[in-house]
């Protein structure tokens, strides 16, 4: 079946710009979280939906990063005023249930900010 | 001290060596235990859950230390096909997974 999906693959942008990213969960899956990885660097959560409960979003760096998820299925994470050390693949992930199911990952988004 | 931590590597093995390598975690309450396998560009895919007795899966052993507040990961008989980021992962509280920073195996002929 299809797995996990993000758009655009890559993206490049110019300082102070906005940008969305979008992520496709696996149908019926009602977790989905947002990462970013930095180049050579672990994975950094961003924020977690479970459902129709309010998000957890204590990974969010600044509010300039801000996420929502429509419907209970796809996500999109905005990031306002893009600075150059928000350049880092944007990974999202869904899972089934509760966080101690396997976590199926998308390709990522590649952000780079000039 | 970071909630998850990982020997960033890289471990330089010999095809058909042996190695180990751990991760350590702050949190005592911590529940769930996992390791997932990064490639070289590509997203991260589960390789196995780590149970409380410890498990294997083919040439791949896990190990919980509760007491030491470790995981560890052995891989018996490497491949070339091994070589990759391997991403410690810990569920604390919540749903939240926490990702070390990964350790970097390469298999070398």
């Known amino acids: 079946g299809a797995g996990v999906s993000q758009s655009p693959s890559n993206k490049v942008t110019e300082k102070g710009k906005d940008v969305e990213l979008r992520c496709d969960p696996i149908s019926g899956h009602t977790a989905l979280y947002w990462y970013r990885q930095s180049l050579g660097q672990g994975l950094e959560f961003l924020i977690y939906f479970q459902g129709n409960s309010a998000p957890d979003k204590s990974g969010l760096p600044s509010d300039r990063f801000s996420a929502e998820r429509t419907g209970g299925s796809v996500s999109t994470l905005t990031i306002q005023r893009t600075q150059q050390e928000d350049s880092a693949v944007y990974l999202c992930a869904s899972s089934p249930d509760r966080g101690d199911y396997e976590q199926y990952f998308g390709p990522g988004t590649r952000l780079t900010v000039t | 001290r970071k909630e998850v931590e990982q020997d960033p590597g890289p471990f330089n093995v010999p095809e058909g060596a042996t190695v180990a390598f751990n991760c350590t975690y702050s949190?005592?309450?911590?529940?769930?235990f996992f390791w997932y396998r990064q490639d070289c560009r590509k997203e991260p895919k589960l390789l196995m859950s780590?149970?409380?007795s410890g498990n294997e899966d083919g040439r791949f052993t896990a190990q919980l230390n509760r007491a030491s507040q470790y995981i560890s990961l052995l891989i018996r008989d490497s491949k070339l096909s091994d070589s990759a980021t391997y991403l410690c992962v810990v569920n604390a509280a919540g749903n939240k997974l926490t990702f070390g920073g990964g350790t970097r195996v390469l298999v070398k002929p």
């Open positions: 780590v149970y409380s």
């Open positions: 949190n005592s309450a911590s529940q769930s």
